[in-house]
């Protein structure tokens, strides 16, 4: 056991109760350097790979320690069973999960380190090692809404402008993805993607949320989806695509969830977005 304060008082627990004691700064806290550095010097650091410790409901954790995610309420039952399901999404076999709810919580967790795995975003553990936890790649860029011309000038020609170029990179990422990986983004909208600017304007997307997204292959002439199979949409195993087609798919999917969220904030009428969704041909060219 490893115990952490910032308190040096407390370094009699080691010699009371054999606990290895970690003297940290007060200000910081539990940084991962501090974390991994105690693994290293204590019998844990023995370990094959330094990750692979169960780390369950530590949610205070997840902030100082990075890009981190912490499940709720896990134990090494659950690890069973997370790695039955982990090796039939692995192989690129369809998992059912049934109605069982243990078994569709896992099944997500499966996808989202399975698929950062697939595009290099998984830092640790090991899907093979998951105990309750795993970090991911930081990536750089700035969200689209948080630019000056989204905020100035919502639904005007610039605006829709703005967000044209957006989709049409957006899609560059999810084809290069599928060519270079095999994996295809699914939930791809604003919210999930990054930006590096030019300027006022993206000149590269960089998609984020990888929990939502599925094989796919590359044949040279067409897109077609794998047998995943998600809980929580319609995955569209084997619907083939020419590059055109998956890219109008995309566009006609991303400013239709662009304009229902709108609609949602009350920022357009359901009326006057209907109207504008009828004819979709402008956003289609690059």
């Given at each position: 056991?490893?115990?952490?304060?910032?308190?040096?008082?407390?370094?009699e627990?080691?010699?009371r109760?054999?606990?290895?004691?970690?003297l940290?700064?007060?200000?910081?806290?539990?940084?991962?350097?501090?974390?991994?550095?105690a693994?290293?010097?204590?019998v844990?650091?023995?370990?094959?790979?330094?990750?692979?410790?169960?780390?369950?409901?530590?949610?205070?954790?997840?902030?100082?320690?990075?890009?981190?995610?912490?499940m709720?309420?896990?134990?090494?039952e659950?690890?069973?069973?997370f790695l039955?399901?982990?090796?039939?999404?692995?192989?690129?076999?369809?998992?059912?999960?049934?109605?069982?709810?243990?078994?569709?919580?896992?099944?997500?967790?499966?996808?989202e380190?399975?698929?950062?795995?697939?595009?290099?975003?998984?830092?640790?553990?090991?899907?093979?090692?998951f105990?309750?936890?795993f970090?991911?790649?930081?990536?750089?860029?700035?969200?689209?809404?948080?630019?000056?011309?989204?905020?100035?000038?919502?639904?005007?020609?610039?605006?829709?402008?703005?967000?044209?170029?957006?989709?049409?990179?957006?899609?560059?990422?999810?084809?290069?993805?599928?060519?270079n990986?095999?994996?295809?983004?699914?939930?791809?909208?604003?919210?999930?993607?990054?930006?590096?600017?030019?300027g006022?304007?993206?000149?590269?997307?960089?998609?984020?949320?990888?929990?939502?997204?599925?094989?796919?292959?590359?044949?040279?002439?067409?897109?077609?989806?794998?047998?995943?199979?998600?809980?929580?949409?319609?995955?569209?195993?084997?619907?083939?695509?020419?590059?055109?087609?998956?890219?109008?798919?995309?566009?006609?999917?991303?400013?239709?969830?662009?304009?229902?969220?709108?609609?949602?904030?009350?920022?357009?009428?359901?009326r006057?977005?209907?109207?504008?969704?009828?004819?979709?041909?402008?956003?289609?060219?690059?």
């Open positions: 056991m490893l115990f952490f304060d910032s308190d040096p008082s407390s370094r627990v080691q010699e109760l054999g606990v290895k004691f970690e940290v700064s007060k200000n910081r806290g539990v940084g991962w350097e501090e974390y991994k550095t693994l290293e010097r204590s844990l650091g023995k370990s094959a790979d330094l990750h692979d410790t169960l780390f369950c409901a530590q949610l205070a954790l997840g902030k100082p320690l990075g890009h981190v995610k912490v709720n309420d896990w134990s090494k659950l690890t069973h069973r039955q399901i982990y090796a039939v999404t692995k192989r690129g076999e369809p998992f059912i999960p049934g109605n069982s709810n243990v078994d569709q919580y896992l099944s997500m967790i499966a996808f380190l399975r698929n950062l795995d697939i595009v290099g975003q998984l830092k640790a553990p090991k899907p093979e090692n105990t309750g936890w970090t991911m790649s930081k990536l750089g860029g700035t969200p689209l809404w948080k630019t000056p011309l989204y905020q100035k000038h919502p639904f005007s020609v610039p605006f829709q402008s703005l967000i044209k170029t957006a989709f049409h990179l957006i899609v560059d990422e999810i084809e290069y993805t599928v060519q990986f095999g994996i295809e983004h699914r939930d791809g909208h604003l919210a999930n993607v990054y930006f590096d600017m030019r006022d304007l993206p000149v590269k997307a960089h998609l984020l949320d990888w929990g939502i997204a599925v094989r796919m292959t590359w044949d040279g002439k067409r897109y077609i989806r794998g047998d995943d199979i998600l809980v929580w949409a319609d995955s569209e195993a084997g619907v083939k695509y020419a590059p055109e087609e998956f890219r109008q798919y995309w566009i006609t999917w991303m400013v239709k969830t662009e304009y229902e969220a709108n609609m949602n904030r009350n920022a357009i009428t359901e006057d977005a209907r109207d504008f969704l009828k004819d979709l041909s402008w956003w289609y060219r690059r």
